[in-house]
T-cell receptor, first 113, second 114 residues
Framework: GDSVTQMEGPVTLSEEACLTINCTYTATGYPSLFWYVQYPGEGLQLLLKATKADDKGSNKGFEATYRKETTSFHLEKGSVQVSDSAVYFCALSDVGSQGNLIFGKGTKLSVKP | KAGVTQTPRYLIKTRGQQVTLSCSPISGHRSVSWYQQTPGQGLQFLFEYFSETQRNKGNFPGRFSGRQFSNSRSEMNVSTLELGDSALYLC?????????????FGPGTRLTVT
C-alpha cells in the first residue's frame, strides 16, 4: 500500500541555518504530494504542494521538488527563523489512498535564537 | 472565507461512554474527512464523506462512525470509549472537484478518556 517515510526528529537548528527534511514515498499511481505544518496546539496547515513530477512547491521561503525518479519530496529552507518551530508532515494522496491523505510520522523542528 | 471549525475543542470522557464531535467545513466544500492523531500512531485516516455519503473508510473498529448533513457539516461518534481513543481528532474539508484535492484542516478536538 501507499506510504510516506520522513526523517525522524527532533531537529534543532540555530536561527538562519539551512533546513532539509527528507521525505520519500511509495505509491500505487502518480500521487500528489504535500507538506503540512502543525504549530503547538493547532491543527494542520497546508504549507506547499506539488501535483506532478518535477513540480516545485514553494511558500514562506520553503521549497520542495517532486522527484519521481527518487520518489522523494524533500522540504528545504535556506534560512530558518524561530517562528518556523513546529512539526512538519509530508503527505501523499492518490488512487491507492482513494484520494485521502497518507501522512509521514512528522518531524519536529526547533529553532534556537 | 471562514476556515474549518470543530466543536468542542476539548473533551474529557470516561471509559465506556460515547462522544460526538462536530465539524463545519469551509463554505462550498463538499468533502469532509476525519483523522485521528496520536503520539504513537501519528495521523490516521478515519473516514470521508461527500454529499452525505461515506465514500472511504480507514482501518478503525465499528465503534467509530460518522455522518454528514445536507449542509456538509459532519459529525463523528465514538461509542464505548476506550483509553486508547484519547487523541486529537482532526477534521479536514476539500472541494473535491477532482479526484485529488488539497485538504484544509480544523484546529481539532482533543479527546481525553479517563
Amino acid at each position: 500500500g501507499d506510504s510516506v517515510t520522513q526523517m525522524e526528529g527532533p531537529v534543532t537548528l540555530s536561527e538562519e541555518a539551512c533546513l532539509t527534511i527528507n521525505c520519500t514515498y511509495t505509491a500505487t499511481g502518480y500521487p500528489s504530494l504535500f507538506w503540512y505544518v502543525q504549530y503547538p496546539g493547532e491543527g494542520l496547515q497546508l504549507l506547499l504542494k506539488a501535483t506532478k513530477a518535477d513540480d516545485k512547491g514553494s511558500n514562506k521561503g520553503f521549497e520542495a521538488t517532486y522527484r519521481k525518479e527518487t520518489t522523494s519530496f524533500h522540504l528545504e529552507k535556506g534560512s530558518v527563523q524561530v517562528s518556523d518551530s513546529a512539526v512538519y508532515f509530508c503527505a501523499l494522496s492518490d488512487v491507492g489512498s482513494q484520494g485521502n491523505l497518507i501522512f509521514g510520522k512528522g518531524t519536529k523542528l526547533s529553532v534556537k535564537p | 472565507k471562514a476556515g474549518v471549525t470543530q466543536t468542542p475543542r476539548y473533551l474529557i470522557k470516561t471509559r465506556g461512554q460515547q462522544v460526538t464531535l462536530s465539524c463545519s467545513p469551509i463554505s462550498g466544500h463538499r468533502s469532509v474527512s476525519w483523522y485521528q492523531q496520536t503520539p504513537g500512531q501519528g495521523l490516521q485516516f478515519l473516514f470521508e464523506y461527500f454529499s452525505e455519503t461515506q465514500r472511504n473508510k480507514g482501518n478503525f473498529p465499528g465503534r467509530f462512525s460518522g455522518r454528514q448533513f445536507s449542509n456538509s457539516r459532519s459529525e463523528m461518534n465514538v461509542s464505548t470509549l476506550e483509553l486508547g481513543d484519547s487523541a486529537l481528532y482532526l477534521c479536514a474539508s476539500s472541494y473535491k472537484q477532482g479526484f485529488v484535492d488539497e485538504q484544509y484542516f480544523g484546529p481539532g478536538t482533543r479527546l481525553t478518556v479517563t
